[in-house]
């Protein structure tokens, strides 16, 4: 007979991947074990692997509830109702806000979808071209013919603000919501208008 899913199974799961993010950016995926999960988490190593039966797969289910989180975050935006501009600038702040305490799971990020199978790594660089498009699909509509007479254009634009929100998060980590508010809108007008429009 199958055994049976605990009330707090979701809670408890949860506590795992948040407990492994920070030992596996701490010590490195490599260096890190299922016993010193287990210990952090105060339970025992047969508990951690009633949840998963290997760190390859605890690795992945940190990268992949974050990634498919973030995904379904952003994408779910009800922008649609926006001008162009507001739709950008909603996109961004979002990305940033989700950014927010996630800290260890960027580093584990960084390190660990070369390391798992290339079937995993394709689940979740799959999360990471979703958004990668769908901030290209917000840009484009503020620029409609630029874009559409220079399309080699749009990679390198999106990237670039990409860029822009990832070093608010490396450097601006513990900011507030009104600074993130406000980067937002700096990225929306740079990203718009250059630094005449600021």
Known sequence: MPRSIAKDHAEKRSHILKVAARIFADQGFARASMSLVAKECGTSKANIYHY?????????????????SLRDRVLGLPIEDLEPAAQLERVILEFLIAYEGMDYVHKVQTEGIALLDKDRQEILKNYQR?????????????????????????????????????????????AGR?????????????????????
Not at 178 to 198: M, P, S
């Open 52 to 68: 998963y039966g290997s760190k390859d797969a605890l690795l992945f289910d940190i990268l992949d509830s974050y990634l498919s």
């Open 178 to 198: 009104k600074a993130r508010q406000d980067y937002a809108g700096f990225v929306t007008k740079l990203a718009l208008n250059g630094v005449h429009g600021l």
């Open 130 to 174: 979703e958004l990668v498009r769908h901030l290209g699909a917000v840009i484009s509509k503020t620029a409609p013919m630029v874009f559409s007479e220079e399309p080699d254009k749009l990679r390198p634009t999106v990237m670039s603000v990409f860029g822009m929100i990832n070093w608010f998060y490396m450097w601006n980590g513990s």
